[in-house]
């Protein structure tokens, strides 16, 4: 087992909270770099109403990575109602995203308040946004429609074909934190995914900076393929599809190693309109001879829609 090796964590949303969920409790000094793009639900009222950053997943962050389990339920505490309702009502928000406004408020800024959260929740990992300012994220569909909202494009709020052809950040040009760059050149490792493909991996990926280091880096890169195709974003999609949309938005696939579920045999709930992705060896482009497919049963018995932490985690402990 190897210790205290820098990992660094690009995404957002549940996938990437299951992944933290299973390294911390590894010997590992953990960076998270967040995507910035996301306006919905509470978050993003509050994002509406007080002209702030997400903190939605910063939160989650928090409450994943604290081990302090009184904390994680405090801060991921959310006031009956509508979490979808009006920017400025109390109902349906979150403690923690409440508190991220109160915390920038107090030291002037983004990655102060998260400081001021770390400190507060004990919590010792490095969680920094992927833009330094609010950026919006845009879709474009195969028949060249754009949706211009993360939720609508999340939560397929738009007319069929709901296929996308690429999605893309305003401003295109969204400049990354210093403190993000620094933990890219210091890591020994660097993780995408899991996650929702088009709102919470690519929109971090897909940032100038963030992509340029990737491509630079001489280090193990590692992508993780979801368990499941959601509905409307990666419908129908095979392994090959996740590796060609990452090298589409960036021009290439950075990564040496993809880490794919071999286990299908749980059923996925009927309500849930979600497919395993399956992996077919002839449908995957050609990519270098040191390219590894890393293969093992990742799924979540309980809810195969995820991965199951724990199991997450002894893989990519192995493959360090």
């Given amino acids: 087992m190897k210790k205290g090796l820098n ?40 994002r509406r109403a007080y002209n702030v950053l997400p903190s939605g997943d910063i939160i ?25 309702g009006k920017d ?4 349906g928000q979150k403690i923690g ?34 833009t330094e300012k609010k950026v919006a994220l845009h879709a474009k569909t195969i028949d060249g429609r754009v949706i211009e909202s993360e939720e609508k494009i999340d939560l397929g709020e738009y007319a069929e074909p ?13 400049e990354t934190p210093q403190t993000a760059l620094t933990a890219l050149e210091k890591a020994d490792c660097i993780i995408a995914g899991p996650g929702d493909l088009y709102t919470n ?29 959601k509905p409307f974003e990666t419908k129908g999609y095979t392994v090959a599809e996740f590796i060609k949309a990452v090298d589409k938005h960036l021009g290439s696939f950075p990564f040496q ?8 045999k749980f059923p996925i709930p009927a309500e849930f309109d979600y497919t395993y992705v399956p992996f077919e060896k002839d449908r995957m482009p050609t990519l270098p001879e040191t390219f590894a497919v890393i293969e093992a049963d990742l799924v979540d018995e309980k809810f195969p829609l995820y991965h199951n932490p724990e199991k997450l985690a002894h893989v990519i402990m192995k493959n360090l």
């Fill in 7 to 46: 990992v660094v964590c690009l995404g957002g949303g549940i996938g990437t909270m299951n992944l933290l969920k299973g390294l911390v409790k590894h010997d590992l000094n953990i960076t998270v770099i967040v995507s910035m793009a996301d306006d919905g639900g509470s978050a993003g009222r509050l």
């Fill in 60 to 84: 989650s962050c928090l409450s994943t990575l604290t081990e302090n389990e009184l904390y994680s339920k405090l801060i991921t505490y959310r006031f009956p109602g509508d979490r979808y």
């Fill in 88 to 91: 400025t009502a109390l109902e």
């Fill in 97 to 130: 995203n409440l508190l991220m406004v109160a915390a920038e408020e107090i030291t002037g800024s983004f990655e102060g308040g998260i400081a001021l959260l770390k400190k507060l929740f004990n919590v010792d990992a490095n969680i920094i946004p992927a």
């Fill in 162 to 174: 709901r296929v996308l052809e690429e999605i893309f950040l305003n401003p295109k040009d969204a």
């Fill in 201 to 229: 991996i690519l929109p971090v990926l897909v940032v100038p900076a963030i992509a340029k280091k990737l491509k630079a880096l001489d280090i193990p890169k590692i992508f993780i393929i979801n368990i499941a195709n």
């Fill in 257 to 264: 190693k993809i880490i794919i579920n071999n286990n299908s």
